[in-house]
């Protein structure tokens, strides 16, 4: 399969000059071990294992300390979390100097916390890097940053091209998986019925994984796995799910973590600009790629003509995908938020917080003109934040760019799909 350029490289790069351990993390199959060849080759890595391969993984088992300090660094160390206490070994290697660039370790579930009692021995001495699954823009082979223009600048007032329902729902179905979203020629997988078959060996294959040596009810994880990607962008009451799953609120949240830790669902988490009550503490959960929200929902193109409710859950979807996907290789990192208000009823769909504590919102309407009612959120979001507040974006499925208020800018869905210099019209 032809290799695409990942937007998230200059990043990686970048942190391998900063830290001692960098840490790329992401679900099965999304490019990370391809990705990590690609700059360990570059970076002239002298030490690779992978412990997918039951020979490294025996030789790392068994006494890690002695086999990474006698191997020469940089050290190059695939799915990394098949081998928990992996972590405290490479922690006293690093310690013995203050290099960068020591360690590159790939996982695709979450590496080294908990192996020091609760505790991640890589503390203070690594950074994290999430890969998801590939955007539209380098699925379209021309990756670039909207989110970090949306921060920096106010959108140019631009046409887009139009934007059918059923383009869009090819692109939901598809998602960016790239083993599954493409074919081994690199060209986009068109026949759904494949995919299909690909995302239901896909779950499969990462439920067995990760619940490996456990006595978790697989059957039980992924029938809630189902309930939640099937309806993305749902504020989860976790009371609610497991009444209609027939499981207790503890089993709930559970399976939610062991999903969340997988990289099969994204958490956005509640802001609170205030500590007022009244703002809801329920996270929304995504599904971490559209295809799996298609395939989790058992959803065609006819019943997306005829269900705007779905299509704009599954549209929210796509957005919070790119968001995240973006936000790990922005200039400055940005976690991913919700907020609503139940006092006045009103919400915004994404809130990107950055570390010095401004603010991006983002709301995602399945419509091709946006009315002033469309700004409510945003507006009562803005007053609330205050001088944190930078920018307000409505995407929308239409053509066109506008002001549609201070500081609120309406912004097509087609814009993450095309370059800001190439394909516009």
Same mark, same amino acid.
């Given at each position: 399969m032809?290799?695409?350029?990942r ?24 490019g =990370? ?10 970076? %002239? ?30 050290i ?11 972590t ?22 979450r ?15 690594s950074?994290?890097l ?8 380098? /699925? ?17 007032e ?45 779950? %499969? ?7 490996? +040596?456990?006595?978790?009810?697989? %059957? ?29 609120? =503890?089993?709930?949240r559970?399976?939610?973590? /062991? ?17 007022? %009550? ?20 058992e959803?065609t ?35 991913? /938020?919700?907020?609503?208000?139940t ?8 809130? /990107?917080?950055?570390?010095?504590? +401004?603010?991006?919102a ?8 946006? =009315?002033?009612?469309?700004?409510? +959120?945003?507006?009562?979001?803005a ?14 499925? +239409? ?27």
């Amino acid at each position: 399969m032809a290799l695409l350029e990942r937007g998230i490289t200059p990043m990686l790069e970048h942190l391998l000059t900063v830290a001692k351990v960098v840490i790329l993390e992401g679900g099965r199959a999304v490019g =990370k071990t391809t990705l990590a060849h690609t700059v360990a080759d570059r970076h %002239q890595f002298r030490t690779r294992f992978d412990l997918s391969n039951p020979d490294d993984r025996q030789l790392l088992s068994v006494d890690p300390h002695r086999i990474l300090a006698a191997s020469p660094t940089p050290i190059f160390i695939d799915e990394a979390q098949l081998e928990p206490e992996l972590t405290v070994a490479i922690k006293r290697l690093v310690d013995r100097n203050q290099e960068p660039g020591q360690v590159l370790l790939t996982g695709s579930s979450r590496i080294g916390r908990g192996a020091l009692g609760g505790s991640d021995p890589l503390a203070g001495r690594s950074v994290r890097l999430r890969l998801s699954s590939l955007t539209q823009s380098e /699925l379209a082979g021309h990756p670039h940053n909207t989110i970090d223009t949306w921060w920096t600048e106010e959108p140019s007032e631009t046409i887009y091209p139009e934007l059918h329902l059923l383009d869009l729902f090819q692109r939901f179905a598809t998602g960016g998986l790239p083993s599954i979203a493409l074919t081994e020629t690199g060209h986009p997988r068109t026949n759904l019925d494949d995919v299909r078959r690909l995302l239901n060996s896909y779950v %499969q294959g990462v439920i067995t994984l990760n619940l490996a +040596g456990t006595r978790t009810d697989s %059957q039980a994880l992924e029938r809630t796995f189902r309930y939640l990607a099937a309806n993305p962008g749902q504020i989860l009451n976790a009371n609610r799910a497991a009444s209609e799953l027939g499981l207790t609120t =503890k089993s709930i949240r559970a399976y939610l973590d /062991l999903c969340s830790s997988s990289f099969l669902l994204d958490i956005a988490p509640a802001h609170r600009p205030t500590q007022h %009550q009244t703002v809801t503490a329920h996270p929304r959960v995504f599904a971490s790629d559209t295809g799996l929200a298609v395939w989790a929902a058992e959803t065609t193109p006819a019943r997306i003509l005829r269900d705007p409710r779905l299509t704009g859950s599954l549209l929210e979807n796509l957005v919070a995908q790119e968001v995240i996907a973006q936000s790990a290789w922005s200039r400055k990192p940005a976690s991913t /938020l919700h907020w609503r208000d139940t006092r006045t009823n009103t919400e915004v769909d994404l809130v /990107l917080r950055r570390d010095d504590g +401004g603010l991006l919102a983002i709301e995602v309407k399945s419509a091709a003109t946006i =009315k002033s009612n469309d700004t409510k +959120g945003l507006r009562a979001f803005a007053q609330a934040a205050g001088d944190r507040f930078v920018r307000g974006i409505i995407v929308h499925t +239409g053509r066109a760019v506008t002001q549609v208020d201070h500081n609120i800018w309406a912004v097509p869905v087609s814009s993450l799909f095309n370059n800001f210099d190439g394909d516009k019209q």
